[in-house]
């Protein structure tokens, strides 16, 4: 039997949640015996190869990129996990949702401390995607099927929940590992 | 700092013996004599009480009728309660904003007219209603708003316009409003003759101890919503440990659709006094407090005068009916406009003159109410109630209403009949019952204890109002066919969202939470899923708030659910392609685009 694919992607999170992943270390090799990795900065495979079991979206949406691909991965994806605060709450990004974006311009171009911007140019290129009025949890854009939280969840917790995911038996994680203080 | 408001202040922090537990009191003096509390009035008071800033404006910000700005001369506050929407106050409040040329939440140029909207104030049965300063004007509608507003203008002040008087006491020269007490069904025990001045013999002739006991015996239980049993509150209270006892009674009357015991304010303080002199010798206190609703405030003279009357009498004052050694005094407390107040112990708290935030309990008021003193804290017909007891005595107090409900219940309906008013039943009655003596046809709902009680279906209305069936502090409202159960029972989610004190987070957010996922129902864009969120959202706020609002606040969308879930399920579509509908990516992007001026290229 074909091995079923995982893909993953960083929306606007840190890639503090795909550094964590790959802290699962030497597990790697027994993973990648259970899966094939399609879409992923892991493998930097750019487009979906085919329909895929699981999808892990680390990030929120703050721009319409993220809203784009992570529609995507809801439909390739059978089952999708968001993973890490910023993909559940919306995370340090989510800090700008009080402000407008115009307000989040100024500070960041032009009023900021430590700003040097002369001529006072906002960044404007039509390659730049545009930004969200504000950053949205993934789960308010697409329907999640799992949310594993942490600033990162660790790699035993994503461990465990892959390899109960993938073998079908139930996720058992020790309190060590969703206790966060 | 301005030296005459300074002054102004100081002398009326000095009329409340600068105690900063007459804070109330205090801040909606300066209010009257300034038309504010500003900042420097804030800083003035908290001088001169010796209290913290940051108490005096906590509660400045905490009560609807405090305000740190200045509003108009006469402020119009028109109740925009779900029954006042059905009675037509959109049209009124269209009428207003016209005939004033300004928004409603806005105040004329002149500083003349404020106009804003206040939720139930107690008048569903003649509604749509508004307070103009302290004045109540009932059965507004929107050809009398230009003769209203000529008069405001040439009177200046609202207490002087010639409306017609009411029934009953309504017309009497200390009360003389237009309110009208509709009371349609005389009862037992509330509504019947009543001999002033024979309970309280009776009481005491007995040990308080007995007094407590003939209570006990007759199954009392509180009228103002939770029921507990009154004769082991009051023994609770009795044996609690404390040099003072305080009785107190709850006239703060905010749940939505409950106007009963404005009426009985009106019509039986008699009772009233009567009951809260007994529990007094009961318990063992000389003081009485009457917490009184700021929307009622028209009541106050009125009763402060019968209070006046009662102690001539010898019903209440020192050595009362000769007795050496019982003194027992009401005095009247004012509310400034917040439900959560009616929560016992919110209610103490504003009588301490702090925020009307609820406490935690343990300590219950019983062992540790106001000012520490153990304290009674009863609604205004479980008074009335003690004095019928006494008078006609428990065995035959029983013998009313059904076994576990002991007596009668006034009821207050209103919403789509045809004659909205005051009803005594004996316990028991049936929601048929009442639907017919009320005159109500084609009914889709009966919303039977205010929005934190339940919204009742056609198959229920063979249920009784009772402790074990259908309890209700008095509020009984009636929808028709017509009326849409989602949108009434995001109407009253909006009260909740408003008037939760915002200590508990389940209670402060989850409840915009429900409102916000409700609303993408009403829109359209649910799907089957949000009701189980709902479902579990809204027993999470129940099980985790810390006061009974939160407990019961989201009762309009649980119990919609359950008795009317065809309407929900008809306007919810399945979605399959796993999106989120109540997303809109269009609405996301629109700042950004019209910001770089480019649209976007993906969506
Ligand atoms: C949010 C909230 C509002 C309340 N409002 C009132 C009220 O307006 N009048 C009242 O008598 N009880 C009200 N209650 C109930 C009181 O907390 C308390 O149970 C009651 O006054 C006790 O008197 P009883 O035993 O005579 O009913 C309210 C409770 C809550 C939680
Ligand atoms: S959850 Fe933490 S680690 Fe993950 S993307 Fe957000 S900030 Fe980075
Ligand atoms: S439940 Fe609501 S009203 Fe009650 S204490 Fe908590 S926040 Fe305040």
């Known amino acids: 039997m074909e091995k079923p694919k995982l893909a993953t992607t960083s929306l606007a999170g840190c890639f503090g949640c795909h550094m964590s992943f790959l802290d699962i270390d030497e597990r790697i090799l027994k993973l990648v015996e259970l899966v094939q990795f399609d879409k992923s900065p892991i493998d930097d495979i750019k487009e979906f190869t085919g329909q895929c079991l699981v999808g892990l979206v680390e990030g929120g949406c703050a721009n319409e990129e993220n809203v784009h691909v992570l529609q995507k991965f809801r439909k390739n994806c059978d089952i999708l996990i968001s993973v890490g605060d910023c993909a559940i709450n919306g995370g340090i990004p989510a800090m700008r949702n009080d402000l407008s974006i115009k307000e989040c311009f100024e500070e960041a171009y032009l009023n900021g401390p430590s700003v040097y911007n002369p001529s006072g140019v906002l960044p404007d290129d039509k390659e730049l995607p545009l930004l969200l009025d504000k950053v949205y949890p993934c789960h308010e854009v697409v329907k999640i099927d799992y949310h594993l939280p942490g600033c990162p969840p660790s790699a035993d917790t994503l461990w465990e929940a892959l390899v109960a995911l993938l073998t079908n038996k139930p996720l058992e994680l020790p309190y060590e590992l969703i206790k966060y203080d | 700092m301005n030296e005459t408001l300074q002054a102004t202040v100081k002398k009326i922090c000095e009329e409340n013996g600068n105690d900063r537990t007459k804070m109330i009191n205090i801040v909606k003096s300066v209010q009257k004599k300034i038309g504010c509390v500003n900042n420097e009035s804030i800083d003035s008071i908290a001088k001169q009480v010796n209290a913290p800033r940051v108490d005096v404006e906590g509660v400045v910000s905490f009560y609807a009728f405090l305000s740190k700005e200045s509003k108009g001369k006469i402020v119009i506050r028109l109740c925009n309660d779900v029954v006042d929407k059905i009675k037509g106050v959109d049209k009124v409040a269209e009428a207003f904003c016209d005939e004033l040329g300004i928004k409603m939440g806005d105040t004329t140029s002149d500083d003349t007219f404020t106009l804003e909207y206040t939720p139930c104030i107690g008048m569903c049965d003649q509604a749509p209603a508004a307070l103009i300063n302290d004045t109540v004007v009932t059965d507004l509608s929107p050809d009398k708003i230009k003769k209203l507003i000529s008069d405001l203008k040439e009177q200046?002040?609202?207490?002087?316009?010639?409306?017609?008087?009411g029934d009953g006491n309504n017309a009497h020269e200390l009360v003389n409003s237009m309110v009208n007490n509709n009371i349609l069904k005389k009862g037992e025990v509330i509504f019947s003759d009543f001999e002033s001045g024979a309970s309280l013999k009776k009481a005491l002739s007995m040990k308080p101890e007995e007094v407590i006991g003939v209570i006990k015996t007759s199954s009392l239980r509180g009228r103002g919503g939770a029921g507990f049993p009154t004769g082991l509150k009051w023994e609770f209270t009795r044996a609690a440990k404390g040099d003072r006892k305080i009785v107190m009674c709850n006239a703060d009357e905010g749940e939505p659709g409950t106007f009963k015991d404005r009426v009985i304010l009106t019509e039986r303080y008699d009772l009233l006094f009567e009951g809260m002199a007994i529990a007094g010798y009961a318990i063992g206190s000389d003081a009485g407090i009457i917490y009184l609703?700021?929307?009622?405030?028209?009541?106050?003279?009125?009763?402060?005068?019968?209070?006046?009357?009662?102690?001539?009498?010898?019903?209440?004052?020192?050595?009362?009916?000769?007795?050496?050694?019982?003194?027992?005094?009401i005095r009247i407390q004012m509310g400034a406009g917040a439900y959560i107040c009616g929560e016992e112990s919110a209610l103490i708290s504003s009588c301490e003159g702090l925020r009307g935030d609820p406490k935690t309990r343990p300590p219950f008021p019983a062992q540790k109410g106001y000012k520490n003193c153990p304290t009674t804290v009863n609604n205004v017909e479980t008074f009335c109630c003690v004095s019928k007891i006494l008078d006609i005595g428990a065995e035959k107090f029983v013998q009313i209403g059904t076994k576990g409900s002991t007596g009668t219940k006034v009821l207050s309906i209103s919403g789509d009949c045809k004659k909205p008013g005051i009803y005594e039943f004996p316990f028991g009655v049936t929601l048929e019952e009442l639907l017919g003596d009320a005159?109500?046809?084609?009914?889709?709902?009966?919303?039977?204890?205010?929005?934190?009680?339940?919204?009742?279906?056609s198959d229920g209305f063979k249920r009784k109002i009772c402790f074990t069936d259908l309890a209700t502090g008095g509020s009984i409202v009636i929808f028709n066919k017509q009326r849409n159960m989602l949108e009434i029972a995001d109407e009253y989610m909006a009260f909740f969202e408003e008037e939760s004190c915002g200590y508990c987070t389940p209670c402060r957010v989850g409840n915009v939470l429900l409102k916000k996922c409700l609303e993408r129902i009403i829109d359209g864009k649910g799907e089957p899923k949000d009701l189980d969120y709902l479902n579990e959202l809204g027993e999470s706020i129940k099980l985790t708030s810390r006061c009974g609002l939160g407990q019961t606040s989201p009762n309009p969308v649980l119990t919609t659910i359950k008795n009317f879930r065809s309407q929900y399920e008809s306007i919810i579509k399945e979605k399959k392609d796993g999106m989120q509908p109540g997303f809109d990516i269009k609405k996301a992007i629109n700042e950004a685009e019209n910001l770089t001026g480019r649209k976007s290229v993906i969506f």
Not at chain 2, 156 to 165: A, C, E, L, V
Not at chain 2, 439 to 457: H, K, R, T, W, Y
């Open chain 2, 156 to 165: 200046n002040d609202p207490s002087k316009i010639s409306f017609p008087k």
């Open chain 2, 293 to 329: 609703r700021g929307e009622y405030l028209y009541l106050k003279n009125f009763l402060e005068s019968m209070i006046g009357k009662a102690k001539e009498n010898g019903f209440l004052g020192k050595k009362i009916l000769g007795l050496e050694g019982f003194d027992f005094d």
């Open chain 2, 439 to 457: 005159g109500a046809e084609d009914v889709q709902a009966v919303l039977v204890g205010g929005p934190s009680g339940q919204f009742i279906a």
